[in-house]
């Protein structure tokens, strides 16, 4: 399959199946779009009418061109044929069983009370609650047990604001690191706060600990403090900024993202990132609010536009800053044209479900964090593990092709057929689609594409 697209002055050609990306020039770019419903005779005919005023578009021309473009057809770099929609069904079953991922939500509860919260203020429209340590550790142990040779293991402290129950993930730690030689795993531990509780103590733990900690921060001042207060409806921006700079400066500018939320009130985020950037922070990302569409914060189709075009603004802005020496990472643009994903991933996606699993402070397993308090979607627990098998194989199914929209979408080995969860709350299954993250996700793929072409042409 065949995406086309004109982008930063670029001719973009993408053959989504073997991943090959060309710049192109305009008669090219015209070429390749009649190639395939077109003799040969067509196509050249049709151009020397299209570039009569064009000295240097010759019939000669045209017809190395459209040789050179056959080339590339009989090399695998252009038209290729999917061959991965038999495979999609079989990815996940090879791997049984196997967990290589658990986030703990060690704190149901929060000391800021967001509004578009999709957690509930951390509740999860559930009681307030803390993990024990003893259910962390059955947590831990479940995922040693249930990892087959894998040894590399990941863990996500989650909330609300994991940072209330500080003790309990040092703790939990301790123990994993205990294990880890006995067992032969490696422990990768990831920490997501919202910055309130930040302190030395944090600071250096976290420095010690967390191969990535997730700092929470939606922009400039104002959009920060709109949703982003405490229960005294005070912003938390002046109390969390000089306590991000002192975690970041600590860990050498790396192993960190801030990662902010953008809703109908900004939709011009690239302002908050460029924000963010001023203030130091190199590491970002920023994410759709996912709403009802009766929420005040949700993205209505006018907005989609408007965050469409931020996204080519980012993206041109981002090499600008890269030509000047100062450059920064946008999470969504982080793609790789050379090695990228293998096939497994690009068909399977994230693994909730299967790899991938969230423990409640009970702990009660549900696919990820975002289907936690949806009763339906319990898997089971950590002390007598899944029992909800249907659902696990439901979750196993999804892949690139599980959508009757996903099998001709050029973007499909990119998003890996989209968020589950997404797909569950716009659409009541996780086998629907999330129409407005789509076009979202292909505008940013576009624009991440865009950025390698022109790193590469300035090479």
């Known amino acids: 399959m065949v995406h086309q697209y004109k982008l930063n002055g670029y001719n973009i050609v993408l053959d989504s199946c073997s991943g090959a990306v060309h710049d192109v020039d305009e008669v090219a ?18 151009l020397l009418k299209k570039y009569a005023d064009r000295e240097d578009v010759t019939r000669d021309e045209l017809i190395e061109c459209y040789e050179d473009i056959e080339a590339l057809k009989n090399e695998g770099q252009l038209f290729t044929k999917d061959t991965f929609a038999e495979l999609a069904g079989t990815f996940k079953q090879r791997s049984g069983n196997v967990i290589k991922a658990l986030c703990l939500h060690v704190a149901h509860t929060c000391n800021l009370n967001c509004s578009y919260c999709f957690a509930s203020q951390g509740k999860y429209h559930g009681d307030r609650a803390l993990m024990s340590f003893e259910v962390g550790k059955r947590a831990l142990d479940f995922l040693v047990e249930n990892s087959g040779s894998r040894t590399n293991l990941e863990v996500d402290f989650f909330g609300g604001e994991p940072l209330m129950n500080f003790d ?3 703790d939990l730690v301790k123990y994993a690191r205990s294990i880890e030689k006995e067992k032969n795993k490696n422990f990768r531990f990831t920490l997501t706060t919202n910055g309130v509780l ?10 010690k600990e967390m191969s990535n900690v997730v700092l929470s921060l939606d922009g400039r001042k104002e959009i920060h403090d709109r949703f982003r207060v405490d229960y005294a409806g005070k912003g938390s921006y002046d109390t969390i900024i000089p306590k991000f700079k002192k975690l970041v400066d600590a860990r050498g500018q790396k192993g960190y993202y801030i990662r902010g939320t953008f809703t109908h009130f900004n939709p011009d985020f690239t302002k908050d990132v460029f924000h963010m950037a001023d203030l130091g922070f190199t590491e970002l990302s920023m994410e759709p609010v996912v709403g009802r569409p009766e929420d005040e914060t949700t993205l209505t189709s006018e907005d989609i536009e408007i965050v469409k075009e931020q996204y080519e603004i980012l993206a041109k802005d981002m090499l600008r800053r890269e030509k000047e020496g100062k450059p920064i990472t946008f999470y969504h643009y982080m793609l790789d044209l050379t090695e990228g994903p293998c096939i497994y991933k690009r068909i399977s996606g994230c ?13 009660d397993l549900y696919p990820c964090h975002q289907f936690v308090g949806e009763e339906s979607y319990k898997l089971g627990d950590v002390f007598n593990g899944v029992t909800n098998d249907a659902l696990r194989e439901e979750f ?59 790193e590469n042409s300035e090479e």
């Open 351 to 363: 693994g909730s479900g299967t790899e991938y699993m969230a423990v409640t402070p009970w702990g």
């Open 29 to 46: 770019y015209d070429m390749i779009a009649l190639f395939c419903d077109h003799t040969r005779d067509e196509i050249i005919d049709e």
């Open 168 to 170: 309990v993930v040092k």
């Open 198 to 207: 930040i302190d030395d103590d944090v600071i250096e733990f976290a420095n």
């Open 396 to 454: 196993r199914s999804c892949n690139a092709y599980a959508r009757e929209e996903c099998r001709d979408c050029w973007a499909k080995l990119y998003c890996s057929g989209g968020c589950a969860a997404n797909a569950f709350h716009a659409s009541g299954s996780i086998k629907g689609i999330y129409k407005p993250g789509c076009e979202l996700f292909k505008k940013r793929i576009e624009c991440a594409i865009m950025m390698r072409v022109s």
